[in-house]
């Protein structure tokens, strides 16, 4: 069996894959400082209450966008689970081209994201990731990854508008049902949540219109499920293309499927 760590940011996953199907999945906040073992210890409880054990694991697979935490997940890799793990950008074969003027400097996370939209969706493809940042991105109908942009995520542009604006409150983030608020904390909601929906429909419209060519847009992340169907610019929501794009890598670089 393989786990699958992906570390964000905000929130880190962890899933457990059979050969066959996702059997377990978790998620946990990043703590760039959390040692081996205590995720060791946090993994332990989880794995039991799902009838799982570390010694069914033959196989692990790392993505990280915090670079201080890949040493620990390699460690906890090897002291736990008694194997050597795959770590995005360290001499992992990925099997697409890298088509951007500096592949060393674009984050694993976009990357996996990439292959893991291109396994499951024909065609030139724009992937809108929301996250803690977000992205979006170019997938090549060949599946090579060419770029994109990056914006704010929508969780940090509400935080920063209430610690620089000394009279607005902290809101919570839901969709309005009017675009005009009535009172300061509609008005935000609204400006929020319909800005960020402005910001990808015209992101999207603007790289269509630069490559000139019918794409499909997959939106994929935490926060996207709240964005899908208030735009018609996304055509699938597709909460897996993380976790696909691991096994995919995983399975490019072994011989032996979990």
Request: contains cysteine; negative net charge; hydrophobic residues 45%.
């Amino acid at each position: 069996m393989l786990l699958a760590i992906e570390q964000g940011n905000t929130n880190s996953m962890f899933a457990v894959h059979d050969g066959t199907t996702w059997v377990a999945q978790w998620r946990s906040a990043t703590e760039a400082n959390r040692t081996a073992d205590e995720y060791a210890v946090w993994l332990t409880q989880l794995f039991a209450m799902s009838g799982l054990s570390f010694e069914a694991l033959d196989a692990c697979i790392v993505s990280s966008v915090v670079p201080q935490s890949v040493f620990n997940l390699r460690n906890l890799s090897r002291r736990y689970l008694g194997v050597e793990p795959l770590v995005i950008g360290e001499n992992v074969a990925l099997g697409i081209p890298i088509r951007v003027d500096k592949p060393s400097e674009v984050g694993s996370d976009r990357i996996v994201n990439a292959i893991g939209a291109h396994a499951a969706h024909s065609g030139p493809l724009i992937v809108v990731d929301s996250g803690t940042a977000t992205t979006i991105d170019v997938v090549a109908a060949d599946g090579g990854f060419e770029g994109g942009a990056i914006a704010p995520g929508i969780h940090l542009s509400v935080e920063a508008l209430h610690a620089a604006a000394a009279k607005l409150p902290r809101v919570a983030l839901r969709r309005p049902g009017r675009v005009i608020g009535t009172d300061t904390v509609s008005a935000m909601q609204s400006g929020v949540f319909w800005g960020y929906v402005a910001l990808i429909e015209g992101m999207i419209a603007r790289i269509k219109a630069e490559r000139g060519e019918p794409m499909t847009v997959v939106a994929t992340g935490g926060i996207a499920a709240l964005f899908y169907d208030a735009t018609a610019a996304i055509d699938d929501f597709d909460p897996d293309v993380t976790i696909r794009g691991l096994l995919e890598i995983y399975r490019r670089n072994s011989s032996s499927r979990p």
